[in-house]
């Protein structure tokens, strides 16, 4: 069965402090991963896409990485913001378009001033 | 642009009523799909279109309705209320092709009793 595993479940850290989040799936075959951020009360946003061949991808101060060899990603947000607390979902396509998509439950990001 | 404008909000009902979630976008974009979202477990698809005319089941569509008369809309109908459809739904969009980006409604908050 396809899974998408996130870990820690929530993370609390001092505002201007980085983090990484991490994602392991065991999705296959495999299109693509994505990183959504979904503040409380509000739809997910993407922040990236990342193919197979891209094992980097940025968006401001959120880095992504991806090991398709491991299946493994991380999110890396730097110099965190207050408005960075929210839940950061892990996404896994098998194949192209959005049909067959497994979710991860999250990671619930508080930053504190 | 609105975006993916859903309502209502909120919405409470008793076991057996139907009703119908709205989900409007100005995108004009071709593909839209609709989601639960379910403490401690990731967002699941109901049902989804590929244009107007067009609709196919997701991953847990029992006791759900869709249609696409429109490329604006995609109305959620509810038939039969039941408790285990307590969840916050989304719907989602996207201009469909090479673009996979997946674009959120705000959501709608169901409860049913």
């Known amino acids: 069965k396809n899974q998408v595993e996130q870990s820690p479940q929530s993370l609390i850290i001092l505002e201007g402090k980085n983090c990484t989040l991490q994602?392991?799936?065991?999705?296959?075959?495999?299109?693509?991963l994505r990183w959504y951020k979904q503040d409380t009360g509000r739809g997910p946003v993407s922040l990236t896409i990342?193919?197979?061949?891209?094992n980097t991808k940025s968006n401001g101060r959120y880095t992504a990485t991806l090991d398709a060899d491991t299946k493994q990603s991380s999110l890396h947000i730097t110099a965190s913001q207050l408005s960075d607390s929210a839940s950061y979902i892990c996404v896994v396509s098998p194949v192209f378009g959005n049909e067959k998509l497994t979710f991860g439950t999250g990671t619930r990001l508080t930053i504190i001033p | 642009n609105a975006g993916v404008t859903q309502t209502p909000k909120f919405q409470v009902l008793k076991t057996g009523q139907s009703m119908t979630l709205q989900c409007a976008q100005d995108m004009n974009h071709e593909y839209m799909s609709w989601y639960r979202q379910d403490p401690g477990m990731g967002l699941r698809l109901i049902h989804y279109s590929v244009g107007a005319g067009i609709t196919d089941q997701g991953e847990v569509p029992n006791g759900y309705n869709v249609s696409r008369s429109t490329t604006e809309d995609f109305p959620l109908r509810l038939l039969s209320a039941a408790p285990s459809q307590t969840s916050v739904y989304f719907c989602?969009?996207?201009?469909?092709?090479?673009?996979?980006?997946?674009?959120f409604g705000s959501g709608t908050q169901l409860s049913v009793l």
């Open positions: 990342m193919t197979f061949s891209e």
């Open positions: 994602c392991n799936y065991t999705v296959s075959p495999f299109s693509n």
């Open positions: 989602a969009s996207t201009p469909g092709g090479t673009n996979e980006k997946l674009f």
